[in-house]
């Protein structure tokens, strides 16, 4: 397709579980972002790639969230032990080097 | 820490209507903003950036004021239309790429 593709579009877990979410960004774009939005929030920023490279990962929570983008395309983001306050909309974006982020549609995580 | 917010959570409106949505951004140092429109179930979406340099900017139907002064920005619609309905976040950009600092939205509300 031509936009973001993030899938799952929604995954609902138990407490403790680990989770994976995907993103496909748009076909040549560079940068890919990663943001969290809770409901009623703006999104909250939680990590940048450049190619390969997480360039930012300042805005990731705790050790339980980590991202790979291995070959500088995909990227997927995990989260390990989920806990009922990880229920959020994880967003992604990818832009080319400089430039206007697009964002995906998200993947609503819900932790029971 | 810095941060880029909104004076009114929901804004109602009347089909054909102007509106403007209020945003008060903290960091003075930030040099490029941008007003995003975020439809139920979807990623945000970008309607109109604006730099620092400027204090007006045009697009088909809106039109984003900058106030540096006061840190302010505002996003004016012309001709209110239902299609509009939807939540509007001003974002920051921080950092030496784009990594978007976003407030926590508007509600847009336009009734026929």
Not at chain 1, 31 to 40: M, P
Not at chain 2, 11 to 33: R, T
Not at chain 2, 98 to 103: A, E, P, R, S, V
Request: proline fraction near 4%; hydrophobic fraction near 35%; glycine fraction near 12%.
């Amino acid at each position: 397709g031509a936009g973001v593709s993030q899938t799952p579009s929604n995954k609902v877990t138990e407490k403790g579980k680990y989770v994976e979410l995907r993103c496909d960004p748009i076909s040549g774009h560079t940068a890919l972002y990663w943001y969290r939005q809770s409901l009623g929030q703006g999104p909250e920023f939680l990590i940048y790639f450049q190619g390969t490279g997480a360039a930012d990962d300042s805005g990731l929570p705790n050790d339980r969230f980590f991202a790979v983008r291995p070959e500088g395309s995909v990227s997927t983001l995990k989260i390990q032990r989920t806990e009922r306050g990880d229920s959020a909309v994880y967003l992604c974006a990818s832009s080319l080097s400089t430039g206007e982020l697009f964002f995906g549609e998200g993947s609503r995580l819900t932790v029971l | 820490g810095e941060s880029v917010g909104l004076h009114l959570p929901t804004l109602s409106v009347q089909e054909g209507d102007n509106s403007i949505i209020n945003c008060a951004y903290s960091n003075s140092a930030s040099d490029y903003f941008i007003w995003y429109k975020q439809e139920s179930g979807k990623g945000p979406q970008f309607i109109i950036d604006i730099r620092s340099n400027m204090d007006k900017r045009q697009g088909q139907r809106v039109t984003v004021l900058l106030n540096k002064t006061v840190k302010h920005l505002s996003l004016q619609i012309a001709a209110t239309q239902p299609g509009d309905s939807a939540v509007y976040f001003c974002a920051e950009l921080s950092g030496g790429y784009n990594k978007l600092i976003f407030g926590a939205g508007t509600r847009l509300a336009v009734h026929p």
